[in-house]
């Protein structure tokens, strides 16, 4: 029984942090590519590196220091945390996959990312200008991925798993934009989006209640039942979205 609990347990924890890093990265290899392919790759891979170091050493800073933290006030901050951000992924995925909000569109920001780095192309600051876009998207999407790496190991108190899961997904979307070389509009990104929005707000109901010492039944095992119960919620209201609203065009 217990160990069918922390495989749930584990199973859960690496499908959002695999999920929610491969999203964030998908975003920042779009702005990446776009600058390299438009204003030269030094630029890129000098902005990305920087931004790469920038995160490792705020992982190194905060890491630790999560760790001493008491685990019953760690899980009651980190489920609040993550219901929020669940909420909120889990909203635009909703109206998106229910047609009221434009889906998101990575060749369209490859295209403004490229339109804008053109408008600068006569500046004599333009490898400033791309080396700062460059680390301005790397930074501020592993930003996403280090928190998510952060909380949810730390208050699983699996940090090794969940940082080794991040740098799959992070390996693995790197070779999937080595491969297409520019778009990566054929990624479900929506999709995932849901995916990583249910599994969060599992994660964040789940720790809330063990902050405030809830007994759930069949321990990490429950996650499980969470997630199913969000995922039909949230089919169940986009299904009645559709319904209620089905001439509405969705826009940006």
Not at 46 to 57: F, I, K, N, P, S
Not at 205 to 227: I, R
Request: aromatic share 8%; charged share 15%.
């Amino acid at each position: 029984m217990i160990a069918t609990t922390v495989t749930s347990s584990a199973i859960v924890l690496v499908g959002a942090v695999f999920l929610a890093c491969a999203v964030e990265m998908v975003e920042a290899l779009t702005i990446v590519l776009a600058v390299g392919h438009t204003r030269g790759w030094r630029s890129a891979f000098e902005g990305t590196g920087v931004a790469l170091v920038a995160l490792a050493a705020l992982v190194a800073v905060l890491g630790p220091a999560l760790v001493h933290v008491p685990l019953s006030a760690l899980r009651l901050v980190v489920g609040g945390v993550l219901l929020i951000f669940g909420m909120q992924w889990l909203r635009k995925a909703i109206l998106r996959a229910s047609g009221l909000k434009a889906l998101h569109d990575e060749d369209e920001i490859y295209r403004e990312t490229v339109a804008e780095l053109e408008a600068v192309a006569s500046r004599p600051d333009r490898d400033r200008i791309a080396f700062v876009m460059a680390f301005k998207g790397v930074f501020l999407e592993g930003l996403e991925v280090v928190i998510a790496v952060l909380t949810l190991g730390t208050s699983a108190h699996r940090l090794g798993l969940a940082a080794a899961t991040a740098g799959v997904a992070i390996v693995l979307v790197g070779v999937v934009g080595v491969i297409v070389a520019k778009q990566l509009s054929s990624v479900p990104e929506n999709l995932m989006k849901m995916g990583v929005g249910v599994m969060l707000v599992s994660f964040g109901t789940f720790w809330t209640g063990e902050g405030l010492k809830v007994s759930w039944p069949g321990s990490d095992a429950f996650l499980l039942f969470f997630v199913v119960f969000y995922a039909i919620v949230c089919a169940a209201t986009i299904s009645v979205l559709r319904k209620a609203t089905p001439d509405k065009v969705a826009v940006a």
